[in-house]
Structures are given as structure tokens and as C-alpha cells.
């Protein structure tokens, strides 16, 4: 039931034989690994460049609000100081302001 003896090159053909099925295995495992991240990472540089594109988007409404509120701020602005002249001109003017005309009756 003992082993019987072997001989060197006996021994040294098990020995590569068994770093051969070694290899294979981690070859094997690194390979699924490698394909399974690029199952789950593989459009990573379509992602990308739809993340910049959508920063763009970002960037240009960002500009597009700026502008936005600087206009409205003018338009603020311009309406205070012609409520502020109108008042004055009503105030200097008094009863001799002329009424505003009223439209015509359509019909």
C-alpha cells in the first residue's frame, strides 16, 4: 500500500505538471476577474464623457442664470429710479400735470 519509489525525472514531470494546473487555475481566475470588471466597469470612458458633457450643461446654465440675475438687478434698478422720477415729476408738477388720455372706446 506504500507509494512505490519514483525516479527523478518522474518526480520533476508531477512537480511541473502540478505548477502547470497552478498557473491554469490563476490564470483562469485573473481572467474572470478581468472580464468581470469589464462587465461592470467596461463603458467607464463612454461614462466619462457623458459626466463631462453634462458638467458643460452645467457650467453653461450657471452662466446662463448669472446673466439672467444681473438682468433682472438692472431691470430693478431702472424700474426704482423711474418710480423715483415719476414721483418727483408728479411732486413738481401738482395740479398742473396733465391727466393721462384715455383710449377711445372701441366698438
Same mark, same amino acid.
Do not use: H
Given at each position: 500500500?506504500?507509494?512505490? +519509489?519514483?525516479? *527523478?525525472?518522474?518526480?520533476?514531470?508531477?512537480?511541473?505538471?502540478?505548477?502547470? &494546473?497552478?498557473?491554469? %487555475?490563476?490564470?483562469?481566475?485573473?481572467?474572470?476577474? =478581468?472580464?468581470? #470588471?469589464?462587465?461592470?466597469?467596461?463603458?467607464?470612458g463612454r461614462l466619462?464623457? %457623458?459626466?463631462?458633457?453634462? &458638467?458643460?450643461?452645467?457650467?453653461?446654465?450657471?452662466?446662463?442664470? +448669472?446673466?439672467?440675475?444681473?438682468? =433682472? #438687478?438692472? +431691470? #430693478?434698478r431702472d424700474k +426704482?429710479?423711474?418710480?423715483?422720477?415719476?414721483k418727483a415729476c408728479?411732486? *413738481?408738477?401738482?395740479?398742473?400735470? #396733465? @391727466? *393721462?388720455?384715455? @383710449? @377711445? @372706446?372701441?366698438?
Amino acid at each position: 500500500m506504500s507509494e512505490p +519509489e519514483k525516479s *527523478a525525472q518522474e518526480e520533476l514531470k508531477d512537480a511541473v505538471w502540478e505548477y502547470t &494546473q497552478k498557473t491554469v %487555475v490563476a490564470l483562469v481566475l485573473f481572467g474572470g476577474g =478581468i472580464l468581470a #470588471a469589464w462587465f461592470m466597469w467596461g463603458d467607464a470612458g463612454r461614462l466619462r464623457q %457623458v459626466a463631462k458633457e453634462l &458638467q458643460d450643461q452645467v457650467v453653461d446654465l450657471k452662466n446662463q442664470r +448669472e446673466t439672467l440675475n444681473t438682468r =433682472i #438687478a438692472r +431691470e #430693478a434698478r431702472d424700474k +426704482e429710479v423711474c418710480i423715483r422720477d415719476l414721483k418727483a415729476c408728479k411732486q *413738481a408738477g401738482g395740479a398742473a400735470a #396733465a @391727466p *393721462a388720455p384715455t @383710449p @377711445p @372706446p372701441e366698438g
